[in-house]
């Protein structure tokens, strides 16, 4: 039998490789995002569909397989965050592109049809939607009704990061796979030759080797160390920072602000430094300064900020708001109203 490409998820590929004739209507993997569970959940959707069953495995040559590698198989759909809740534009003359954050009931119904009908093929028909924390309240109505009353010969995969934003009742209609984070020494080995930093990357990820792998931009790293010694610097100034970094991504400041301000909360709790080990001794001598009650609110300010960093008002106000924030808390109060 054929091992899955991400040796930390091998094991419950053979599990499930192992029973493709009696998976249950509805499986949901859940774990943290970046470990792999979409690629894990593709194959095992080609598996279902590859049509040659004897060999328990996607044979990759089949007609099943050539039409699901090509986006065409008939029996196969995937429904995923889509659509914008802005608009495009270049150069900051127009509105910023929102990314999506809801899986919509249309999208919900458009597999009515698909459910409806008989499978083209003979591997019967499946349907992969991810993040299924992602459905507003209409879709998951809709797709739990499906879950309720599952043809026959379609079967479901849903993939969560959170599965604690799930629908109680769709949870309860699917068999759960629980996938963790690998071994750090595992997917620093597998980062070995896509990132210049495995473990340090593999820290800015949390764990999570996929994520980790997405920091190849030699860009990225000067920006981040340049930034984060700025708020390591013992003349932090919150509006001269903000001017230094004003040509940064905002999307990308925030997220090494977030993850700054959890390891200034473990350092100020005597917890050990999570995301950014390369400064640790400056995090420990900021988390002293700051204590424990400043550090813990301001990583919840940045956590907050981290779901508005799609659409700010003012990008710049925005960021300056955050640093002004930071910089009271390192001295151990909250910013004055």
């Known amino acids: 039998m054929s091992d899955f490409e991400l040796n930390w998820l091998a094991p419950q590929w053979r599990s499930l490789a192992a029973r493709l004739g009696t998976l249950p209507h509805a499986l949901m993997l859940r774990g943290p995002r970046g470990i792999g569970k ?19 495995r996607p044979c990759g040559a089949c007609e099943g397989c050539r039409w699901l590698a090509s986006g065409n198989h008939p029996d196969f759909r995937e429904v995923a965050l889509e659509g914008d809740d802005g608009e495009s534009g270049e150069d900051g003359d127009t509105k910023t592109k929102r990314a999506p954050t809801q899986i919509r009931i249309g999208q919900i ?8 009908v008989s499978a083209h093929r003979t591997g019967g028909k499946v349907i992969l939607l991810h993040p ?24 479901f995969i849903l993939i969560s990061h959170r599965s604690g934003g799930v629908l109680p009742t769709i949870l309860s209609r699917c068999e759960k796979v629980d996938l963790g984070l690998p071994k750090p020494a595992e997917a620093e080995k597998w980062l070995k030759g896509r990132v210049a930093q495995p473990a340090l990357a593999l820290a800015q990820a949390g764990g999570a080797p996929l994520l980790a792998a997405e920091y190849d931009d030699a860009e990225w790293w000067k920006q981040r160390q340049e930034f ?26 925030v997220g090494w602000l977030q993850r700054w301000a959890y390891d200034l909360a473990a350092a100020a709790g005597g917890a050990a430094v999570a995301f950014n080990p390369d400064f640790a001794r400056e995090l420990q001598a900021l988390g002293r300064r700051a204590g424990a009650l400043s550090a813990g609110r301001f990583y919840r300010t940045a956590t907050r900020a981290q779901r508005a960093v799609h659409h700010p008002l003012n990008p710049q106000l925005f960021i300056e708001q955050l640093l002004l924030e930071y910089g009271a808390a390192c001295q151990g109060r909250a910013l004055a109203a």
């Open 38 to 56: 979409l690629l894990l959940a593709r194959q095992l959707a080609q598996a279902l569909l590859c049509e040659a069953p004897a060999a328990k």
């Open 228 to 253: 984060l010694a700025l708020l390591a610097g013992a003349d932090f100034a919150p509006l001269a920072v903000a001017e230094r970094v004003r040509a940064f991504p905002v999307d990308r400041l």
């Open 109 to 116: 119904r458009a597999l009515d049809e698909f459910v409806g």
């Open 132 to 155: 299924a924390e992602a459905l507003n309240t209409a879709a998951a109505s809709a797709l739990l009704k499906m879950l309720e009353e599952p043809p026959s010969d379609t079967r």
